[in-house]
């Protein structure tokens, strides 16, 4: 006998006007910080440069050479148009002014690891044929960013300012740009309707007095990415909640239950879907569940997965705190998208910074700075997106309206 159709989903609220902007992770907060390290710098014949850099290699301390590896990602011989407005050096001849022929400079090693000194003893060696003539001059330091650079933009803003530096195509501290805009470009549309779908979810509990104004969506969304030859079916809400904690009556007592967080509880539906589809269970835990949470449970059908959201997305009206932002992690989920930052308990943004990106975050907002969603010591990560309202104050009560509104994040974890 088969199982009966999921009943229609409920209609959907109006979608919100807005944006969504990619999260920066912790190392590409750090990778911006512009860190350098001093480097030394040989102007040399460019027909000696081959001898020189032989005899450098064969002579220089081995931890000069591994400072030297350290930076692969800028250039170690350069020709003189190449270089930074600073680092150039004209010739005069004839009473004009024009950069030396024939000319290369080579980035030796890191300054700290040898002295001035010491490197023109060792270029001393290397013979007439190879190019050095000592002096002074001879030897020079330059500053030069010790991390690979995170785009094409900041590589080129580096060679303008320090030395000439490459950008390999890739991001060594986040997520590849390319995926980050291919997410972007398939969420951007609905997320609106999603994010309107989570304040309503906020609503009900705010009007029922069992939560704080905190909801939460999960998106299905594999039918709109279907393959070849398939139908390709919109993106589908499967849970719906809102935050509970006070459920037990004991309203603003203490934290409440951290179980029932928003994205807790929403997690938790994911899972009953889940065992129910693969027990052939139609035992349905609905007495913490409002009407709206009910209807998407029940209009929705998820398949059985041994890992909980790899496919799903999830949208939050506010940043999530450690405990919720760790379990979306260990959830697998795709991707997370949230409102409100929240200055005192989010764990997602990694900046911290002041004001935060939307209007209404509030004088300080930024979050824990802990950039949950992309740390290389985690087994998992998700791209997460910051939603900001186009329209000012769309919802006073649950966005804070500069910081305060419907949720005292004094008691509010997630």
């Known amino acids: 006998m088969t199982s009966p159709s999921p009943p229609p989903p409920p209609p959907l609220p109006p979608a919100r006007r807005g944006h969504l902007v990619p999260l920066k992770t912790g190392e590409e907060l750090q990778a911006a910080e512009e860190t350098t390290i001093d480097f030394y710098v040989l102007d040399i014949p460019a ?7 032989n005899h450098l290699r064969q002579t220089l301390p081995p931890e000069t050479q591994t400072a030297a590896h350290r930076v692969p990602h800028l250039r170690r011989l350069v020709k003189p148009d190449a270089l930074p ?7 005069v001849v004839n009473g004009g002014e024009r950069p030396q022929p024939a000319i290369l400079h080579l980035l030796v090693c890191a300054a700290s690891t040898i002295s001035a000194a010491a490197l023109g003893d060792l270029l001393l060696l290397s013979g007439p044929e190879c190019g050095y003539g000592g002096g002074p001059e001879a030897i020079r330091s330059t500053a030069v960013p010790c991390r690979p650079p995170a785009s094409e933009a900041q590589a080129r803003e580096w060679s303008a300012r320090y030395w000439p530096t490459v950008y390999k195509g890739d991001n060594p501290y986040g997520p590849h ?18 994010m309107a779908l989570a304040h309503a979810a906020a609503r009900r509990v705010r009007a ?10 999960v998106v299905d969304r594999r039918r709109s990415r279907a393959a070849s030859g398939e139908e390709a079916l919109p993106p589908v809400a499967v849970a719906v909640a809102g935050d509970a904690r006070w459920h037990d009556g004991l309203h603003h007592h203490g934290p409440g239950d951290p ?3 928003a994205a807790m509880r929403v997690i938790g539906m994911v899972a009953r879907k889940r065992r129910q589809q693969e027990n052939d269970d139609d035992d349905d835990d609905t007495l913490l569940l409002n009407a709206l949470e009910r209807e998407i449970a029940q ?4 398949p059985a997965n041994g890992y909980l959201c790899t496919t799903l997305d999830v949208y939050l009206t506010h940043e999530p705190c450690v405990m919720c932002a760790m379990a979306l992690l260990h959830s697998r989920v795709r991707c997370v998208v949230f409102g409100r930052r929240m200055p005192c308990t989010g764990a997602l ?15 300080g907002a930024g979050g824990l700075g802990y950039g949950l969603f992309w740390r290389p010591h985690l087994n998992w990560k998700f791209l997460a997106f910051e939603w900001c309202d186009d329209d000012p104050d769309p919802d006073p009560d649950l966005d804070g309206g500069g910081g305060g509104g419907g949720v005292d994040e004094r008691c509010t974890h997630g």
């Open 208 to 217: 029922a007095g069992v939560g704080e104004a905190i909801g939460a969506v």
């Open 299 to 302: 209009a929705s059908v998820l």
């Open 177 to 194: 740009p390319s995926i980050v805009a291919r997410a972007l470009a398939e969420l951007a549309p609905d997320a609106g309707t999603w």
């Open 47 to 53: 027909k000696s440069a081959h001898g020189l850099l």
């Open 259 to 261: 179980g029932a967080h």
């Open 349 to 363: 943004t990694a900046d911290g910074r002041g004001g935060g990106a939307c209007r209404g975050a509030g004088a």
């Open 85 to 91: 407005w600073p680092l150039r050096r004209p010739q």
